[in-house]
C-alpha cells in the first residue's frame, strides 16, 4: 500500500533529528553527552555576574502632589452614603434610577401569585417586580462631595436589612406614597428610632396627591423638624432638590453635634 505523506510536511532539517532535538529548540549546549538516552552530567555553572546597583527610589516631581486619582493638585470628592427608604413600591427603585450617573445595581425580582395578599402596590400599580435586596447608585454634587445612594428593599420581610444598610449613612430620604400612608409608618418610626437626620419624601403619582403635605404629615405623626417635601422620583431634578435637602438636614446636625 502507497503510504500518504502531507505536502506540507516539513523536510527535516540538514543534521536529521538533532536539528529537532531539545538542544536545538531551548539552547542547551550539544555536546557528546547530549546524545538520547545518555545521562547529561550538570553545566558548571558560570560565575555570578555582578549585581547591578539598585535604581534610586521615585521622587515625584516638585509641587505636584499625587492623590487617589492620579490628578495633580484635585483632591477626590468626599463620599457620603445616602439611605432612599420607604414602604412597598413607593417609588425607591425609581428615584435612585432617576438620578444615578451610573447604571444603577438592582435586585428586582418578578413578583408571583404568592405574594398576592401579602405584597400591595396599589389598584392603579402596573409593578411587576420588588427589590429583594438593595438598589445601589450614585452622583456628583459637585467636586467636593459625592453621594452614594442605596435604596432599601419594601416589603416588611426584608426589614432586617436596613440595619445593615443604614451603617455609615450620613442621612436618609424617605420616600411615601400618599395614596398608600399606611405602608409608610414603619419607615419613618425605623428612622425615629435609628436617630438619623431623614426626609420625608412625598412622591407625586402622576404629579397628584392623594392627601396635601400638611394632612400626610398630621396622618404619620412627623415632627415639625423633618422637613417634608413633594417630588417626582421620575425626574432627575426634582429628585436632586429632595437629596440636597437631605444634605441640609445632615449638615445642619453635624454642625449641631460639633457645636456641642
Ligand atoms: N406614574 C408613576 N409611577 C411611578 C412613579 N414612581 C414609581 N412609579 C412606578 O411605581 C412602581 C413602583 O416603583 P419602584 O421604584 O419599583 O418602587 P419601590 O419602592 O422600589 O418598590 P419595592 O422595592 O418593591 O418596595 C413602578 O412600576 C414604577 O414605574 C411616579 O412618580 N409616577
Ligand atoms: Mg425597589
Redesign the pocket.
Known amino acids: 500500500m502507497d503510504s500518504v505523506r502531507s505536502p506540507e510536511w516539513p523536510v527535516p532539517a540538514a543534521g536529521g533529528l538533532a536539528a529537532n532535538s531539545a538542544a536545538a529548540r531551548y539552547g542547551t549546549p550539544a555536546g557528546p553527552g547530549s546524545a538520547p538516552g545518555r545521562a547529561v552530567p550538570p553545566p558548571v555553572p558560570a560565575p555570578p555576574a555582578p549585581t547591578p546597583a539598585p535604581p534610586p527610589p521615585y521622587r515625584p516631581p516638585a509641587g505636584s502632589a499625587p492623590t487617589v486619582t492620579g490628578t495633580p493638585g484635585r483632591t477626590p470628592p468626599i463620599p457620603v452614603k445616602i439611605l432612599i427608604a420607604?414602604?412597598?413600591?413607593?417609588?425607591?427603585?425609581?428615584?435612585v434610577?432617576a438620578i444615578s450617573e451610573i447604571a444603577p445595581l438592582t435586585t428586582?425580582a418578578e413578583m408571583t401569585s404568592a405574594g398576592i395578599g401579602v405584597?400591595d402596590?396599589g389598584v392603579?400599580?402596573?409593578?411587576?417586580?420588588?427589590?429583594v435586596a438593595m438598589?445601589f447608585g450614585c452622583v456628583t454634587i459637585d467636586r467636593s462631595l459625592k453621594l452614594y445612594l442605596f435604596?432599601t428593599?419594601?416589603?416588611a420581610r426584608f426589614g432586617f436589612m436596613w440595619d445593615d444598610l443604614a451603617r455609615g449613612a450620613l442621612g436618609a430620604l424617605v420616600?411615601v406614597d400618599s395614596a398608600r400612608l399606611d405602608d409608610c409608618y414603619p419607615a419613618i418610626d425605623f428612622f425615629e428610632r435609628a436617630g438619623l437626620p431623614f426626609v420625608v419624601g412625598v412622591?407625586?403619582?402622576?404629579g397628584r396627591l392623594a392627601h396635601d403635605l400638611a394632612s400626610v404629615r398630621w396622618a404619620l405623626a412627623i415632627g415639625d423638624h423633618v422637613p417634608l417635601v413633594q417630588f417626582?422620583?421620575?425626574e432627575r431634578l426634582s429628585v436632586r432638590d429632595a437629596l440636597l435637602v437631605v444634605l441640609d438636614r445632615a449638615l445642619e446636625r453635624a454642625t449641631r453635634e460639633r457645636d456641642a
Not at 86 to 95: D, I, M, Q, R, Y
Open positions: 420607604g414602604g412597598f413600591g413607593v417609588g425607591k427603585t425609581t428615584t434610577g428586582e405584597d402596590p392603579r400599580s402596573t409593578k411587576t417586580t420588588t427589590t438598589d435604596g428593599p419594601g416589603q420616600v412622591n407625586a403619582f402622576d417626582d422620583a421620575r
